[in-house]
């Protein structure tokens, strides 16, 4: 189990050091979400916190993963990288630190359409940021 003092989390706004200026904002509501569905710890403004969940955006690229015999992208794949930091409130002690976690999300291309190519980035942006979310959720709990 999680230590028995730690009820209380904050989650700080993310660091971005990519060029997706929303993909911190998509994260932060990611992890709201995913913390809220099971209520292992009670979310609460910083300074009420026992602990404080943070990171930044180290990269995301999106690069053309699938082609047409045309030599036209079909797909395309989002890839994000981050490093996140779980701490106890007030002390340099981690309880779980993750460097250079990944994560992927493809989304099909639509070379005739380009909003129709520009809505399926959208929702995978969102996918992946709740994948994310995800997989941070799972690796600060793996371990107790």
């Known amino acids: 189990?999680?230590?028995?003092?730690?009820?209380?989390?904050?989650?700080?706004?993310?660091?971005?050091?990519?060029?997706?200026?929303?993909?911190?904002?998509?994260?932060?509501?990611?992890?709201?979400?995913?913390?809220?569905?099971?209520?292992r710890l009670k979310i609460?403004?910083?300074?009420?916190?026992?602990?404080?969940?943070?990171?930044?955006?180290?990269?995301?690229?999106n690069k053309a993963a699938s082609f047409s015999s045309t030599d036209v992208a079909t797909d395309y794949r989002l890839t994000i990288t981050l490093d996140v930091t779980f701490k106890r409130k007030g002390?340099?002690?981690?309880?779980?630190?993750?460097?250079?976690?990944?994560?992927?999300?493809?989304y099909k291309a639509d070379a005739g359409d380009v909003d129709a190519t520009e809505i399926n980035r959208t929702e995978a942006k969102q996918e992946l940021a709740a994948e994310v979310a995800e997989l941070?959720?799972?690796?600060?709990?793996?371990?107790?």
């Open 1 to 39: 189990m999680l230590p028995g003092d730690i009820t209380t989390i904050a989650i700080v706004p993310f660091g971005n050091n990519s060029l997706e200026a929303d993909m911190e904002t998509l994260i932060s509501s990611s992890l709201y979400e995913e913390f809220s569905k099971t209520k």
């Open 44 to 61: 609460v403004p910083e300074e009420e916190a026992h602990a404080v969940l943070s990171g930044v955006i180290t990269s995301m690229t």
């Open 91 to 106: 002390e340099d002690r981690v309880i779980w630190k993750g460097k250079g976690l990944s994560e992927i999300m493809d």
């Open 136 to 144: 941070i959720y799972d690796r600060i709990f793996e371990g107790f």
